[in-house]
């Protein structure tokens, strides 16, 4: 199976939305699967998304749940956020007839669901700042039970991917 990075931008993007720039990635695989993009925001230490004049940094750095907010999916325009701390951009999603929602028996859904870990890991292998907020990019919990097992295979791809900060540097979770 081979795997195909479209395009990486390794700085922020130079539009704001929100207080926040991002680091955009794009993934596709196999040649001929949907292109992922995903947008992680980069936030200051002492900006936390909610209140970018938040003046408890220790909490803001530590990217708690009560810091980070959920971001949009979408299929060209927002669809609605589902949990993940990044937004997710596909124009092959299969939405409801009102765009307010996805069809959760649809194999194109399941298939973007599915590829969506593995471009995660590899947005984390590639950019460096993303993979340093990871853990706190899925870290809140995800409502909709569609989007749960690619927030838990998230997850278990982080075991191959220097994400947690260490005295000696980026490591993996198991060393």
């Not at 936030?43 to 220790?58: A, L, M, Y």
């Amino acid at each position: 199976q081979e795997t195909i990075v479209v395009e990486e931008l390794e700085s922020s993007v130079s539009v704001k939305q929100d207080h926040f720039a991002y680091n955009v990635f794009k993934y596709r695989e196999d040649n001929k699967g949907p292109t992922l993009t995903l947008a992680f925001p980069e936030i200051k230490s002492n900006e936390g998304p909610e209140n970018p004049d938040n003046n408890n940094k220790d909490e803001a750095a530590a990217g708690g749940p009560e810091s980070r907010r959920s971001e949009s999916l979408f299929c060209t325009l927002p669809v609605r956020p589902v949990g993940f701390g990044f937004a997710l951009q596909c124009e092959h999603f299969d939405l409801v007839a009102n765009r307010g929602d996805f069809h959760h028996s649809s194999p194109a859904n399941l298939l973007i669901r599915n590829t969506l870990p593995k471009a995660f890991a590899a947005a984390c292998k590639s950019l460096p700042k993303v993979a340093s907020q990871a853990l706190q990019l899925v870290s809140n919990p995800i409502a909709d039970t569609f989007w749960r097992p690619a927030r838990q295979a998230i997850i278990e791809e982080m075991g191959a991917v220097s994400c947690v900060e260490t005295e000696a540097g980026a490591k993996r979770p198991e060393e």
